[in-house]
């Protein structure tokens, strides 16, 4: 009996540890926690809804990542971000985003921006009819809070006053004007839009993944950075640990640092992939 008792606790501590244990997870955009929440009959959307898809309640430490939904017609207010950068992807519509001391930035699909700590801002959509729609990265985490419990604005402020003009306090990325990087093979092209070199920081990496039927990533991990990845269009898989997640259109799939994965694809996809803080990216220019 003694012997048991004695096992016992070990076997728990053990079990608990097993739990915590970080590992890869996915989240399909309908899942997401839409903030403010519709109602019903609404008749008129507020300018800005933010749906939440990775934050720290669903595992996340280096950076969260939302969908960004501005109206038609619409102007956000000024803010700014103290300790995090923001790197958008333009999913749908256009906009601009604005910043005090220097020319508004034209917003279309494809388009990268990076918009460094501390840079006060605004966005805007002139269109009567089309939304804007923009993946949204923090790094680090911090400013997604708010949109949770409205009383957290240590990390997200809105500028009621006049607001300070920063140095280039914003980066906008063509697809255009980045040159594919071959690899899987020949099977996918990387393309690295908000690099270092490009934003001058490295909070967080964006590019995007262009890969064909059939292309693979062996298995790797990354010591320090997790890893990101959005499925904009097409299917992939993601393995680790006899684990396989399937991922459609319009999934998250996130990947804590240490945790060893591959990758491979069914019929060909186009994956938005970051990386927080950023680092890893570099790989491909070898």
Do not use: N
């Amino acid at each position: 009996m003694r012997a048991r008792l004695a096992i016992v606790p070990c076997v728990l501590a053990w079990s608990h540890w097993a739990s915590a244990a970080p590992s890869i997870s996915a989240v399909k955009l309908a899942e997401g926690t839409v903030v403010p929440a519709p109602k019903p009959g609404e008749k008129h959307q507020p300018p800005m809804r933010t749906t939440l898809l990775l934050d720290e309640q669903s595992g996340a430490h280096k950076a969260s990542l939302s969908l960004l939904y501005i109206s038609p017609k619409a102007r956000v207010a000024m803010q700014r971000l103290p300790r995090s950068a923001r790197l958008l992807y333009v999913l749908e519509g256009k906009g601009r985003i604005l910043a005090p001391g220097v020319p508004p930035g034209e917003l279309g699909p494809g388009m990268a921006v990076f918009v460094k700590p501390g840079a006060a801002h605004a966005f805007d959509v002139q269109s009567p009819q089309k939304p804007l729609r923009m993946l949204q990265v923090f790094a680090p985490l911090g400013p997604e809070r708010v949109f949770r419990d409205p009383t957290k604005r240590d990390d997200y402020e809105v500028i009621r006053g006049k607001p300070e003009a920063t140095e280039q306090p914003f980066v906008i990325v063509q697809p255009a004007d980045v040159k594919p990087i071959p690899l899987a093979g020949g099977k996918g092209r990387a393309q690295l839009l908000l690099d270092p070199e490009k934003t001058g920081g490295h909070q967080a990496y964006l590019g995007v993944l262009e890969l064909e039927a059939g292309a693979a990533v062996p298995e790797h991990k990354h010591a320090g950075e997790a890893e990101i990845l959005y499925v904009v269009e097409g299917d992939a898989e993601l393995i680790s640990g006899g684990m396989t997640l399937k991922a459609e259109k319009d999934t998250v799939l996130h990947v804590p640092p240490g945790v060893p994965h591959a990758g491979r694809v069914g019929k060909g996809a186009r994956v938005l992939q970051i990386y927080a803080p950023g680092g890893p990216e570099q790989r491909f220019k070898k």
